[in-house]
């Protein structure tokens, strides 16, 4: 049985993550090998201006976190508040059991990346740095190239459906 302290304190984090509404993003990345893979990601965000660099945080038991981990670089797509589709494809299905870019259109980017035809806005990125942050790895980016797609608004964790990950995040 755990620590009732543990219990409170989980229980009190909990009151202030619930009332964060972060940026879904889909992660794509393609291995040294050629091995693509892609995920949804929330832990996303800026952690440098001068020079910009972008951290994304990956769970170590997604597939992208492996295929990542063989790569020099990623990219990351910001969806439209209309992109469920596509945030159920790269948030709910497994890599390991179907190829996602055989059901969405991609080109390859700069680094090899998959870069995704359909999303508000997209960034790709050479991996600078990586480490562990937990139950997840931590990768550091600076940006090589970025564009904006067609789709508007912003899809949020506040903003769609409970979804069924096709790995525990943790």
């Known amino acids: 049985m755990s620590d009732p302290n543990e219990q409170d304190l989980s229980k009190s984090v909990s009151l202030f993550t619930d009332r964060l509404d972060y940026p879904l993003f889909v992660l794509t990345v393609q291995s040294s090998n050629g091995e693509r ?66 059901h969405c259109r991609w080109s390859e980017g700069k680094t090899g990346s998959p870069v995704l035809a359909e999303c508000a806005a997209w960034l790709e990125g050479s991996i600078v740095n990586s480490f562990s942050v937990g139950d997840h790895h931590a990768f550091e980016i600076r940006p090589v190239s970025a564009g904006v797609g067609t789709h508007e608004g912003l899809l949020t964790s506040g903003t769609i459906p409970p979804f069924s990950p096709g790995h525990p995040a943790a």
Not at 52 to 62: A, D, G, P, T
Not at 65 to 87: K, P, R, S
């Open 37 to 102: 893979s892609g995920c949804l990601a929330g832990f996303v965000t800026q952690c440098s201006m001068i020079p910009v660099r972008f951290l994304v945080c990956v769970s170590k038991l997604n597939r992208s976190y492996f295929v990542a981990e063989q790569a020099t670089g990623l990219a990351l797509h910001q969806l439209g508040h209309d992109q469920l589709e596509i945030a159920s494809l790269f948030g709910e299905q497994t890599g390991d059991a179907i190829d996602k870019f055989e």
